[in-house]
C-alpha cells in the first residue's frame, strides 16, 4: 500500500473517531457547553488539558526549535510546563471554587466592574486569536504534507473538522475528543523517538538516550553532537547562553503566560471538586511531561542524524576528514527520498553553488569556517533553508520506519493542532456569547438563545481564525509566543491579586492590565511591526537593538512586573473594595461550599 | 467560614506550603537550569552536565513530583481545618 494511501486510511479513521464522539458527547445546557457540566475526572481532564495544551508548536516545531537551538531553548521546556506549577498552586483552585464558567467572569465579579470584565475579554480575544493563528498553519503544512493538497485546501479541511465537532459539542466535546487526540498525539510523538534513541544509542527510552552515549563513535551522545557541529562551524549543542537575562525572562514569560492561558485556565472549570483542580494539574503535566521529556532528545538526534547526513564521514569520525554528500546521492538513495519529499515542499532548500556535485552544509556565518571553505573552494553554505517544522515530522522517514509510522505521526500532528485549536475556539465564543452578550448586551436572553448564541460566535471564530491561517503574519511557535507574553502581562496577575489580596481594587485591576497590555504590545509591535504587518516595525527584530537584550518574546516577564506595580500603586490611593468582594475573597480560599455550576 | 480564627490559620498554612513549592520550582529551574549552570558545570548526569540535564528534563520532573505532593499537603490541610468537600 502506498504511504499517500496509509496516510489517508491514519487520518481519516481518526477525524471519524472525533466526530463519533462529538455526536456522542452533543451539548443540551450552557453548563455543558461552556463546562462540560463540571462532571470531569480529573485523569481526563489531565489528559484532555494536555491535548489542549500540546498545540501545533509543541507537537511539529518544539523539536525544530530546540535541534538548532540547543541549551539556550531549554526556555520552552521549562516555560511549557513550570507554568503548571503555578495554575496548580495559585490559580486552579481558587478559579473553581469560584464556580463560574469564564475568566471575564471571574474578573468583572471580584473587580465589581463591567469595565474590568469587557476588558479582560478584550485581552483574551487578543491573546486566542494570536494563539488561534500558529495552529491554523500547523494544520494547512501538514495536510499540505501528509495529503499531497495545498496548504489552503488542508485549512479548509481542517476548518471544517472542528465546526462540526466544537460547534455541537461545545466543552463537552472537546473535553472527550481531547482526550482521544491526546492518545493518538501521544503515541504518534513517542514511536519515532523510540526507534531513534535505539539507532543512535541503543537505548529504549529517549530521554535516557540523551544522556546516553553514541554507538557508532562510542563517546557521549551531546558530546559527540557538540563535536559535529562546531566542526562545521555552529554554536556547540550544550553552549552556554549569550544573554541569561533573557533566557531568564523568556522562560519566566512563557510559565506566568501558561498559567495565564484563558483556554487551560478553563479547563479547571470542568472537575467536579475544588481538590480535583489540583490535582488535575498534576495529571495535566504528567501527560504533558510524556512528550516535553521526549522533545529535547528527539531534536537533538534529528540534529545528528541531519548533519551526518549531509556529511557521511561524520557518523564514525571527523565530517571534514571525508566529503560532503553528492547530489547524486540525493536523488537516488531510496534511504534520502525524505530529502527529495521535503525539497517539493520548499521547506527544505538544497543549491550546488560551486558547482561540484556535491551539497557542502555549514555554517557560513563563521569565519573559521569560510577560511576552510575558500581553501576548499566552497563558495557558501549549500543548504540554502531547513525550517525547523520538518525536524518532527521528516523523523520516521530519516529513520527509515515503516509507512504507517509516517502515516501515524501525520494524524498525531493534525490532532494535536485541531485539539488546540477548539480549546481556543471555546474560550473566545464563550467570551462573546457569555462575557458580552448575556454579560452586557441582553442579560435576559434565555439559556436556549445563550446557547445558540455561543454556536453562532463558535462559527464566526472559526472563519476568523481560517482567514488568518490563510494570511499567516509569520512563524508558527513565535506568534505563539507572542500570545504568552500578553497572557503573562494581563490575564495572571490580574488572577493572582484577586485570589492573593483582598485589598487590589476596580481601579488598580483595571490601570494593571492596560499598562501590562499597552507595555507588552508596543514593545512587541516596535520589533515585529505593528500588528505584524510586515515593513511597519520601528527598529530592526535583530538582539543588537532590544533594551538591555530583552527579545520581545522574553517582554511578558517585564509587562506582568509593571502590571503587578501599577495595581498596587492604584489600589493604595483609591478607596479599598466592598465588603462583599472582600467576603468573595474570602469564600474562593475555602474548597468547603463549591457547588455546581452557578454561571447564571 | 464561621471560625475566623481557624479560617485565618488555615490561609497562614496553605502560604506557607504555597512559599515552600514556590521556592523549590525556582530552584530546580531558574537556579539549576539558568542562573548556577555555569558554576556546576564540572557535574554529570550520564552524558550532559547537571544544569544542561535539569533545564531539559530535570526540572520537568521536580515539577510533577511537586504538585502531587502539593495537592496531597493540601488535602491533608483541608480536613485538619475541617473546610474539606
Not at chain 1, 450552557?30 to 489528559?47: C, D, I, K
Not at chain 1, 520506519?401 to 465564543?429: F, R
Request: net charge neutral.
Amino acid at each position: 500500500m502506498d504511504q499517500f494511501t496509509l496516510n489517508l486510511i491514519f487520518v481519516g479513521a481518526t477525524f471519524a473517531l472525533y466526530i463519533g464522539i462529538a455526536i456522542w458527547a452533543r451539548a443540551g445546557t450552557t453548563a455543558e457547553f461552556y463546562a462540560a457540566g463540571q462532571g470531569v475526572n480529573p485523569v481526563l481532564n489531565g489528559m484532555a488539558t494536555g491535548a489542549d495544551w500540546m498545540s501545533a508548536a509543541s507537537f511539529i516545531s518544539m523539536a525544530g526549535i530546540i535541534a538548532f537551538g540547543g541549551y539556550e531553548t531549554s526556555a520552552y521546556l521549562m516555560g511549557w510546563t513550570g507554568g503548571y506549577v503555578l495554575l496548580a498552586l495559585l490559580l486552579a483552585p481558587y478559579l473553581r471554587k469560584f464556580g463560574k464558567f469564564t475568566v471575564p467572569e471571574f474578573i468583572g465579579d471580584r473587580f465589581y466592574s463591567g469595565g474590568a470584565r469587557l476588558l479582560a475579554v478584550i485581552c483574551l480575544i487578543v491573546i486566542s486569536v494570536t494563539y488561534v493563528i500558529g495552529q491554523m498553519r500547523g494544520v494547512g503544512v501538514t495536510f499540505g504534507r501528509f495529503l499531497e493538497i495545498s496548504t489552503d485546501q488542508g485549512l479548509y479541511i481542517g476548518a471544517a473538522i472542528v465546526f462540526a465537532y466544537a460547534v455541537f459539542g461545545g466543552m463537552k466535546g472537546i473535553t472527550y475528543t481531547q482526550v482521544a487526540q491526546y492518545v493518538v498525539l501521544i503515541i504518534a510523538y513517542t514511536i519515532p523517538a523510540i526507534f531513534i534513541s535505539l539507532q543512535l544509542t541503543g537505548v529504549f527510552l529517549p530521554q535516557l538516550g540523551l544522556i546516553g552515549t553514541h554507538t557508532a563513535s562510542g563517546v557521549e551522545f551531546l558530546t559527540k553532537l557538540d563535536q559535529v557541529v562546531t566542526e562545521l562551524g555552529f554554536k556547540a549543542y550544550t553552549g552556554e547562553t549569550a544573554n541569561m537575562l533573557n533566557m531568564f525572562l523568556f522562560t519566566m514569560s512563557l510559565m506566568i503566560g501558561t498559567a495565564g492561558l484563558p483556554h487551560v485556565i478553563i479547563r479547571f472549570f470542568t472537575v467536579p471538586k475544588v481538590s480535583d483542580a489540583r490535582l488535575s494539574a498534576g495529571w495535566a503535566l504528567v501527560f504533558i511531561a510524556l512528550l516535553y521529556t521526549v522533545a529535547p532528545a528527539v531534536g537533538s538526534m534529528a540534529r545528528l542524524n541531519l548533519t551526518t547526513t549531509m556529511w557521511p564521514n561524520a557518523v564514525a569520525g571527523n565530517a571534514l576528514d571525508g566529503e560532503a554528500i553528492t547530489r547524486a546521492e540525493i536523488d537516488n538513495n531510496p534511504d534520502l527520498s525524505w530529502i527529495r519529499t521535503w525539497e517539493k515542499t520548499g521547506l527544505l532548500v538544497m543549491e550546488d553553488k560551486n558547482g561540484d556535485g556535491m551539497i557542502q552544509y555549514y555554517n557560513d556565518k563563521s569565519d573559521a569556517m569560510n577560511a576552510i571553505a575558500a581553501e576548499r573552494g566552497w563558495t557558501g553554505n549549500e543548504v540554502t533553508k531547513i525550517d525547523n517544522d520538518i525536524m518532527v515530522l521528516a523523523n520516521p522517514e530519516i529513520a527509515a520506519l515503516p509507512g504507517w509510522v509516517i502515516a501515524l505521526v501525520a494524524a498525531g500532528a493534525l490532532a494535536a493542532a485541531l485539539s488546540t485549536a477548539a480549546g481556543l475556539l471555546l474560550a473566545i465564543s464563550s467570551a462573546i456569547s457569555h462575557d458580552l452578550i448575556k454579560g452586557s448586551i441582553n442579560p435576559a436572553i434565555s439559556e436556549k438563545g445563550e446557547l445558540l448564541a455561543a454556536r453562532i460566535s463558535m462559527g464566526f471564530a472559526i472563519v476568523v481564525a481560517t482567514y488568518l491561517g490563510l494570511n499567516p503574519p509569520g512563524f508558527a511557535a513565535q506568534v505563539v509566543a507572542l500570545a504568552f507574553g500578553l497572557a503573562a502581562a494581563t490575564i495572571f496577575p490580574v488572577l493572582m491579586m484577586g485570589i492573593f489580596s483582598k485589598r487590589i481594587n476596580k481601579e488598580g485591576a483595571i490601570a494593571g492590565m492596560l499598562v501590562g497590555l499597552i507595555f507588552t504590545a508596543v514593545y512587541i509591535f516596535t520589533y515585529k511591526g505593528w500588528f505584524f504587518i510586515p515593513g511597519t516595525n520601528m527598529l530592526p527584530d535583530t538582539a543588537a537593538n532590544y533594551v538591555f537584550g530583552i527579545s520581545p518574546l522574553s517582554i511578558g516577564a517585564v509587562g506582568a512586573v509593571l502590571n503587578f506595580a501599577a495595581a498596587f500603586i492604584v489600589s493604595g490611593m483609591t478607596k479599598e473594595p466592598p465588603q462583599h468582594v472582600q467576603e468573595l475573597v474570602e469564600s474562593i480560599r475555602i474548597p468547603r461550599g463549591a457547588g455546581a455550576a452557578t454561571g447564571h | 467560614m464561621s471560625d475566623k480564627s481557624s479560617s485565618n490559620a488555615y490561609w497562614a498554612a496553605n502560604l506557607r506550603i504555597i512559599g515552600i513549592s514556590l521556592a523549590v520550582w525556582f530552584f530546580c529551574s531558574f537556579g539549576l537550569g539558568i542562573i548556577l549552570r555555569p558554576a556546576l558545570e564540572g557535574i554529570k548526569v550520564g552524558g550532559a552536565d547537571l544544569g544542561f540535564w535539569f533545564a531539559q528534563n530535570g526540572s520537568i520532573y521536580v515539577f510533577l513530583v511537586l504538585i502531587f505532593v502539593y495537592a496531597w499537603r493540601m488535602n491533608k490541610l483541608d480536613l485538619e481545618h475541617g473546610v474539606e468537600e
